[in-house]
């Protein structure tokens, strides 16, 4: 069954139509990927969803429930994590702090109690450390646990901000270009961690990416976009050997 | 002995800037603005006591009366947050500045319209009364004032440390879109920092209430607890108060021993001082700043 469901998805920024007319479905367990060059609207897609953006028209069910009209506070308690093309983390905290507010929605202990951390507190603490420490170990972070954003290399703060996500405990996960600005190392890496999150996770996995290796190795499907309208949508090979998909993403011929 | 005597007075004085200093700090570590009418808060929140307490108003009993002054000034500053300030979010910084300056003057007409410009005194159980011992005197208001300043920073701290919205207005300090994405009401947890930060106002306003007589410009005061705030690093609670108990001291010393109006200069020379010499503040905000 399908957990995320769009449905003629659009917005209009004045006469620009970032997104004109985007439906599709991602299933229970798929590795789902957009494609498309920049500019398609890839990315307003994401803020869609994420809440960010309000649609000009269409609507987004996740778990069936419409959630066209919730905020972007409401998203992470629903399931739904993501990252950003740009990367946005808490910059003068540390990775641990990071990854600990992505708990928030978890945190159910009041004000009160917080503050004269009662048992509770401790033991919702504990497990909210465990937790982290699961995504700490999982995404090979040990080292930088202590160390601030700010100081840290690209490549680590994209991978510290795929924890964040995981740390909210997630059903879905967005990945905005998770393979961009990394080495073909840390681009195995992600490759691998998406794998492990669907099967060991049970996640479900929206992604926008440009590196075609990484979205033939992960996806299930793929859907190219274009100047904000759907050009194609099957399985990797399918959408690339799409005449539309060439001519618009690729250049006539020419194959990723 | 001189030197103590006023040293103690010094420090009094300074846990009222501080406080100011602390309401400067709490608002600029949930949305990265200075409100520049956190002293004119400050005076609101006084007249406020006064008016539930004195006898001639409403005649509450004095912990009543502040008690309400606070919930009112947190309701005040709060709907202030929802109507006003919040129009100008995601305008540049420049915008709250000239705004909150703005608010300033509203607050002080309003108090002048309805306490009027002479100066009141606020009615409280410890005037006039001293503790003698070793040649110092020292006045009951300013040992209140300097503890309650004391637990007020103390749970101010563990507020933010700690619970559940005080780090949610961290994270949106630092990251506005991430604290959204992780789940945070951004704008939700803004108006109640505003609220508090009205409430701390108000335990300001009171204290320096119970030092003398007030008149609605006291806000004025504001600029010298902004001082203290940069000095201990805007971002830093304990650095707030600390920055408050310097300009606080330094004053009354200044006045004795130094020459002519150097006293009133002080706190700007050793502001300008700070910033020369540790330009992120005495409390570095990024050694303070932790989610």
Not at chain 1, 83 to 110: C, K, P, W, Y
Not at chain 2, 220 to 241: C, H, R, Y
Request: net charge neutral; with cysteine; aromatic share 8%.
């Amino acid at each position: 069954m399908s957990l995320l469901d769009v449905n003629d998805l659009a917005i209009h920024f004045g006469g620009v139509k970032a997104v004109d007319g985007v439906s599709f479905s991602v299933d229970e367990g798929e590795v789902f990927a957009i494609i498309g060059p920049n500019g398609a609207g890839k990315s307003t897609i994401f803020n869609l969803i994420s809440r960010v953006y309000q649609p000009t028209r269409g609507t987004i069910r996740f778990d069936g429930q419409n959630i066209t009209g919730f905020k972007a506070h409401d998203i992470a308690g629903l399931g739904i994590a993501r990252t950003f093309q740009n990367i946005e983390l808490f910059d003068h905290s540390t990775v641990l702090d990071n990854l600990l507010m992505g708990r928030h929605t978890h945190r159910a202990t009041n004000f009160v109690q917080d503050i004269l951390f009662l048992p509770k507190v401790r033991r919702e603490e504990r497990e909210h450390r465990r937790r982290v420490e699961q995504v700490i170990e999982f995404l090979e972070l040990e080292a930088y646990r202590k160390k601030m954003i700010a100081g840290l290399p690209y490549g680590v703060r994209k991978v510290v901000e795929i924890g964040r996500a995981l740390a909210i405990g997630p059903k879905l996960i967005l990945l905005d270009e998770p393979a961009s600005g990394l080495s073909v190392e840390e681009t195995r890496d992600v490759a691998f961690w998406i794998e492990d999150m669907r099967r060991d996770m049970g996640l479900t996995v929206l992604m926008v990416e440009h590196d075609m290796s990484l979205v033939n190795q992960v996806s299930d499907r793929v859907l190219a976009v274009a100047n904000g309208q759907p050009l194609a949508m099957g399985t990797p090979a399918e959408v690339q050997a799409h005449p539309d998909v060439m001519a618009a993403y690729l250049g006539t011929g020419a194959a990723a | 002995m001189e030197l103590l005597q006023l040293v103690i007075g010094g420090l009094a004085n300074g846990c009222i800037y501080g406080l100011v200093a602390l309401g400067f700090v709490m608002i600029y570590k949930s949305s990265e603005g200075v409100n520049f009418a956190q002293g004119d808060m400050m005076m609101l929140g006084a007249f406020i006591a006064l008016g539930f307490g004195n006898t001639d108003q409403m005649g509450l009993p004095f912990g009543l009366a502040v008690m309400c002054a606070m919930v009112l000034m947190f309701g005040i500053s709060w709907g202030v947050e929802r109507v006003v300030v919040r129009q100008i979010f995601g305008q540049p910084q420049f915008a709250l500045v000239i705004l909150t300056i703005a608010l300033g003057f509203v607050f002080r007409f309003v108090a002048g319209s309805i306490w009027g410009y002479t100066p009141l005194v606020l009615e409280t159980p410890f005037a006039g009364q001293n503790l003698r011992g070793g040649g110092i005197v020292i006045s009951l208001a300013d040992l209140v004032t300097i503890g309650v300043t004391l637990v007020l920073t103390v749970a101010l701290w563990a507020f933010f440390a700690f619970t559940k919205i005080g780090l949610a207005a961290q994270a949106a300090s630092q990251n506005q879109m991430a604290a959204y994405i992780v789940g945070v009401p951004v704008m939700r947890v803004n108006s109640l920092i505003w609220g508090l930060s009205g409430a701390v106002a108000t335990v300001a306003g009171v204290l320096y209430a119970t030092r003398g007589a007030i008149d609605p410009n006291i806000g004025l005061l504001g600029i010298k607890a902004f001082a203290a705030a940069v000095i201990g690093g805007l971002g830093s609670l304990p650095g707030a108060l600390l920055g408050g108990l310097i300009i606080g001291v330094i004053e009354p010393v200044a006045g004795r021993y130094a020459p002519g109006e150097l006293a009133k200069m002080s706190p700007y020379i050793i502001m300008l001082i700070v910033l020369v010499t540790r330009p992120g503040g005495l409390f570095s905000q990024i050694q303070m700043k932790k989610v």
